[in-house]
């Protein structure tokens, strides 16, 4: 196994490594000049070339690149053009509430998907049925933004019971942690629900139930065990997602996380930012569903065999 | 047999129906049968010819769609029929266990050997942690698991088919029921150790005493087991009657087409295998007359077609249901 | 003036307000304006400071690194505004009051002497010297600093005495007071040491600077602030990006103050008494940038675009009223401002007949870039479009990405943007169209108006008002860009903040008087 992740490890690194150096190259090559952006309206011409010599934007692709992936070896991310700070403090600033935020949406619309789309296959009739054919739909079709503004004028606005946005103590992340969740939770109690189905259509439920097993304890742990394997990789997907997008949240509600940061650096073509934010999402993506995979062997074992 | 103690199984006109298209279709159409504590009862038949859903009526585990009714279905003089969710899983291991067909399929894949029979354990007997360990490791000892302390661990993936089966042996056994019900137990094994399985079965049910129903498609394993042998067709019993006698004195066409095209009759070692021509029917195909009659050598036209036999008396303990039998005897079915 | 403390400083503003002609002027009194007469009076008793005043601001700060001089970002210069004092200081009106120094003298466009309080500290304990001041004016005059443009280059500080300067400029500098009630005074430790930069905003003003978190910018009340602690304990500047979100913050009272918000957040608080609107603007305004290297070089194309546009109309619906169109070139609040003679009223048949006499008879394509940097632009990008196509000039409009935007805008004929005066003074915004700057951003030289531009910077204040006309006539006249309206920064404030002013400026220097109620 750990000759396995050592070797999908090695692998990961290369791709993130190929996505780096094409964001480093496509920046480049696509409209937006960096100085021009970081300077104030209308400056003069020779401040501008003064920040370009600053940003190194006068040397030679190569020499950046260069560079560039010779601080990446000693961990040092360069420095922000926006900012004028260390990229990688505007990172470690911004992406701990961001892993807050995801892990929390990531919480909720798995317990909600668990727990609902189990209840759902178990009693195909049931109002548990029916409540996650609707949340599905709900989360389908109302996108986050718009969910977004409802919660927080009903919430925030009219309520008052919780904060419209920003980032200041668990409270403010409610709203965006569950309009987040709603809007990965369809998959996921899609997907779980199907599993569940035919998991216990399954001859190891009927031999459970012939066994007098409690019920709830065949769907959540008999049945669950298995049904849960189609979810992870589900998971791994949202991962992406929630570390990459959760943009249009963090957007709505005025949440400073990756995603607001990568939105900023993008507008002022921050080639650094963009570079460290790149680096540092797609490793997450790639080690979190590397972990899947670890998840998935930990809890085959029919996948445990096949490997060793 | 009259003197014997009162049945513990009394099963009278049992039916097991489904919707369909064309309605409500039977499964099982009518069955009925006993059995005592310590007997055994082979229930033989191609596959899909319900016996399977038979037993599983016996556990309330038939699906959900499914309509069962009986005259009478009751174990040790209570009716099943009547019994609620908490009703049936008190019964369910502790009194009526069963050992399913593919032990590949019906042992979670994603459970410990372990947990899988100790939670059986737990839910019905109890008891602390040690003593759920130690009758978890004696009934996979009783199975004949071998090194059951180390090796309980296992997931069922990680074992062959025969240590699989013993498994769910071992489950069956935990919680020391009254009746087992092995459903094709030893179908997908391969011959010897089918032998040490149906060996393993019979001693356990001399040395504790339990009523055993055996659900095969295999008459030569009928004869290892003994007791009763009920030979059903299209959801119904054709013939019934002690294994020796049926067997050696088959009445059913059917029966007779079942031995002739079984490997494993001593007695027809020299005469070639002839399967038996044509396909069994679907659910409901054979309703409303003799159900094996379109497969039947020596169906009678008109009678066959219309009116489905009744039970003729052979001895005190063997009869069957054939329109040709009830008229012309054993020469007609020859 | 030792004992010129806080309410003394209000009350000459209150003051000054009744000055206005000397207001409009500014100088014109060889000054002794720090009146000593009130000083000691103590309006309010000095309690602690209590409360927190949040402002929600469309953009953060433009970086993390806290030097004043290094650019013109909203949020730098209201940090800075507050974080550190100027010589002297903008009140609501736009009148000039004490701040680091008590009195001055505008002795000729060259040279300015003026008296420094002795009592000023930085937040680290540090007295503000003559040295400091000496250091922060002359680095913009050597430097290719970004805010260099406020002043002149050669500017510098001849220490005299602790507390008296001169500050000389080698070339004449009318203007030389906006100027120095713009240049923020810093600790020469960190002029000398730009990396200290880095570590936050350091200066002698009311509040101190406490951290940056990436969203917001939190400011502590200086208890040791030599004009009295200010009320309100704590101001954060704060950045939401979304616009709902940031009405949302206001109406949910997470924010007290939303600074330059849009016609669309105003109607959101429309009979709501629980907020009110401020207009106090710095001079600022929408043009439609012109590039004189194509069709519009040619005079008669511009003033035929002037005629074919309906400025009124834009400002009148999409705009809806809030920006007055100004008849000169510079905004309607800008000081010295003027209605000129010359009307570009709206007349497409006129329009079609300058363009016939132009250079281009047979017709002119126009490319045009819109965004969203500027409110609304996409819509009234449109209009402007449709208008010319109406003249006969055929419009290529693309739509870019603010970025892409901002990078490229001087590659397209016509593309809208903003204009705005940081120093409250139109030499900033007349200055756009001189030197490098102007070739980088219009494609636009011309010798006779760097001398009209020159001549009004050079100005005294007795010739100010006909130096400035001057110059805003020429460009109008020549319609240089497309003047297309006056760009009012509205706030909206909750009714929390009690005694809340604006200076015409980008900061926000008048919030050490408000307080917090309720």
Redesign the interface.
């Known amino acids: 196994m750990w000759s396995y992740a050592f070797r999908r490890l090695l692998q990961s690194a290369m791709i993130v490594l190929i996505i780096v150096v094409s964001v480093f190259i496509v920046m480049r090559l ?4 960096p100085a ?13 070339e ?1 920040y370009r010599r600053d940003f190194g934007l006068d040397r030679s692709l190569f020499e950046q690149l260069g560079s560039f992936l010779g601080g990446l070896l000693r961990g040092d991310f360069g420095t ?1 053009f ?4 260390p990229v990688t403090d ?1 990172i470690m ?2 992406l701990p509430r961001t892993l807050l935020l995801a892990g929390c949406s990531l919480a909720i619309s798995l317990s909600v998907a668990v727990v609902l789309g189990s209840l759902a296959a178990m009693r195909p009739r049931s109002i548990w049925s029916w409540l996650s054919g609707a949340l599905a739909a709900f989360g389908q079709s109302a996108p986050v933004f718009w969910t977004g ?1 409802v919660m ?2 009903v919430f ?2 009219i309520l ?1 019971w919780l ?5 200041n103590g668990a409270s403010s992340l409610v709203l965006p942690a569950i309009a987040i969740s709603l809007s990965i939770l369809p998959t996921q109690l899609r997907v779980l629900r199907a599993a569940m189905e035919s998991t216990l259509q ?14 709830w ?1 065949i769907t959540f ?2 049945a669950l ?2 049904a849960i394997l189609p979810l992870l990789t589900v998971v791994g997907v949202d991962v992406g997602y929630l570390l990459g997008g959760v943009i249009v949240a963090e ?4 949440f ?1 996380g990756i995603g ?2 990568a ?2 650096a ?4 921050d080639y650094p930012l963009i570079q460290g934010i790149t680096i540092v999402t797609a490793s997450a993506f790639v080690v979190v569903n590397l972990l899947i995979d670890m998840i998935y062997f930990w ?4 996948i445990r ?1 096949e490997h060793s | 047999m009259s003197d014997s103690p009162k049945p513990v199984l009394e099963v009278e006109n049992l039916s097991v129906r489904f919707p369909s298209q064309r309605g409500e279709v039977a499964v099982v159409d009518g069955l009925s049968f006993q059995l005592r504590a310590g007997e055994s009862l082979v229930i033989a038949g191609e596959s899909g010819s319900g016996k399977s859903m038979a037993c599983r009526t016996l ?1 309330g ?1 038939t699906p959900d769609s499914s309509r069962v009714d009986a005259d009478r279905l009751d174990w040790k003089g209570q009716g099943l029929l009547a019994l609620d ?1 908490a009703g ?7 009194e009526i ?2 050992i ?1 067909q ?1 032990p590949a ?7 410990t050997v372990e947990t899988l029979i100790s ?2 354990i737990r ?2 007997r109890g008891g602390t942690r040690a003593e759920v360990r130690a009758r978890t490791i004696e009934a996979l000892s009783r199975a004949g698991f071998p090194e059951p302390e180390f090796r309980m661990k296992a ?1 069922p ?2 074992l062959s088919g025969g240590l699989r089966q013993r498994v ?1 042996i071992a ?1 069956a056994l935990s ?1 020391e029921p009254s009746l087992i019900i092995a459903d094709e137990a030893t179908t997908n094994l391969d011959v010897s150790i089918q032998a040490q399985i149906v060996e393993l079965l019979r001693f356990l049910q001399a040395d504790l005493g339990l009523a055993l129903i055996f659900v095969t498609h295999d008459l030569g394993l009928a004869r290892e087991i003994g007791g009763d042998l009920m030979v059903m067709y299209a959801g119904q019993a054709v013939e019934y009657g002690r294994v020796p006698e049926v067997l050696e004195d088959p009445c059913h066409p059917y029966t007779r087409g079942l031995l002739r095209s079984a490997p494993t009759m001593a007695s027809d070692r020299n005469t070639p295998l002839q399967p038996i021509p044509g396909t069994a029917p679907r659910p409901g195909e054979a309703a409303g007359g003799a159900p094996f009659r379109a497969r039947c050598p020596v169906a009678m036209e008109r009678l066959c077609e219309r009116e489905n036999p009744g039970w003729t008396r052979v001895s005190d303990t063997h009869r069957v249901a054939c329109h040709r039998f009830a008229a012309e005897g054993r020469g007609g079915v020859q | 003036m030792n004992e010129h403390d806080k309410t003394g400083r209000l009350q000459d503003m209150r003051r000054r307000s009744f000055m206005k002609a000397a207001a409009a002027a500014g100088l014109s009194l060889p000054a002794t304006i720090g009146l000593s007469s009130v000083a000691g009076l103590r309006a309010f008793a000095q309690g602690t400071a209590t409360g927190t005043l949040t402002f929600g601001n469309a953009e ?1 700060p ?4 806290w030097d004043p001089a290094a ?3 909203l949020v730098d210069e209201q940090v800075a505004s507050l974080v550190h004092d100027t010589l002297v200081a903008f009140d609501e009106k736009g009148a000039l009051t004490p701040c680091l120094a008590t009195e001055w003298t505008f002795v000729n466009p060259q040279l300015v002497t003026l008296t420094l309080r002795s009592d000023a500290t930085f937040h680290d304990g540090t007295p503000v010297t003559a040295e400091d001041v000496k250091a922060s004016i002359d680095r913009l005059g050597d430097g ?3 805010q260099s ?1 406020v002043a002149t280059p050669g500017i510098n500080v001849t220490i005299v005495s602790p507390t008296e300067i001169e500050v000389n400029s080698p070339q004449a500098f009318g203007v030389v007071m906006s100027a120095l009630a713009f240049i923020k005074v810093l600790p020469k430790a960190n002029i000398a040491n730009p990396d200290n930069f ?1 570590n936050g905003a350091l200066g002698s003003g009311p509040y101190r600077f406490v951290s940056y ?3 917001d910018v939190t400011l502590e009340a200086n208890p040791d602030y030599w004009g009295g602690a200010p009320n309100i304990a704590t101001v954060i500047f ?5 616009a ?3 009405i ?2 206001l ?4 924010v007290d103050i939303l600074t330059r918000v849009s016609s669309e957040d105003i109607a959101r608080i429309e009979g709501n008494d629980a907020f009110y609107t401020t207009t106090v603007s710095p001079p600022a305004q929408i043009v439609g940038i012109y590039q004189h290297n194509g069709p519009l070089g040619d005079l008669k194309v511009r003033q035929a675009v002037a005629h074919a546009i309906d400025r009124e109309g834009i400002a009148a619906s999409l705009m809806r009223g809030l920006n007055p169109v100004a008849q000169s070139s510079i905004p309607t609040n800008a000081p010295y401002y003027e209605e000129l003679e010359t009307r570009f009223e709206y007349d497409p048949e006129k329009a079609r007949a300058l363009l016939a006499e132009s250079g281009y008879p047979d017709g002119v394509t126009l490319r045009m870039s819109t965004s969203t940097l500027v409110p609304n632009q996409i819509e009234i990008d449109q209009v402007i479009a449709a208008s010319l196509q109406q003249v006969g000039i055929t419009v290529e409009v693309e739509r ?5 935007f ?3 805008y001087n590659t397209y004929d016509i593309s809208l ?3 705005a005066s940081f120093n409250n003074d139109p030499d900033f915004i007349l200055g ?1 169209y001189t ?3 102007a ?3 219009f494609h636009y030289s011309d010798a006779e108006y760097e001398a009209l531009h020159a001549a009004q910077r050079a100005a005294g204040p007795d010739e100010r008002q006909q130096a400035v006309t001057a110059a805003a006539r020429y460009l109008w006249e020549n319609q240089v860009t497309l003047y297309l309206s006056d760009e009012v920064w509205y706030s909206i404030v909750s009714k929390r903040v009690e005694g809340y002013a604006r200076a015409p400026l980008v900061g926000e220097p008048l919030v050490s008087d408000a307080r917090i109620v309720g």
């Open positions: 696509s409209a937006g000049d021009r952006l970081r300077a104030p309206v209308f400056a003069r011409p020779d401040v501008i003064q922000s926006r900012f004028q700070a505007l600033e911004a503004a927080v004028i925030a606005v008052g904060p419209p946005g920003g980032y399954e001859e190891y439920i009927a031999t459970a139930r012939a066994f007098g097993i409690n019920q304890r742990v008999y065990k298995n957007v709505v509600f005025a400073p607001e940061l939105l900023t993008l507008k002022s073509r809890v085959d074992p029919r065999q | 556990l585990i969710r049936w899983n008190a019964l369910r291991g502790a266990a069963m399913f593919d399929a019906a042992l979670n894949p994603l459970i939670d059986a839910q019905h997931f993936g990680e769910a489950l919680c | 953060p433009t970086s993390n690194y650019g013109f970002g290719a600093l970004p443009m880095a978190n990436g969203t704060r950045y939401i990006e979304d709902q979100a940031r949302n913050a109406l949910s009272g997470q870019l990405e603010v970025g892409a901002r990078s490229s943007n903003t204009l756009f030197g490098g700057t070739e980088a951003v």
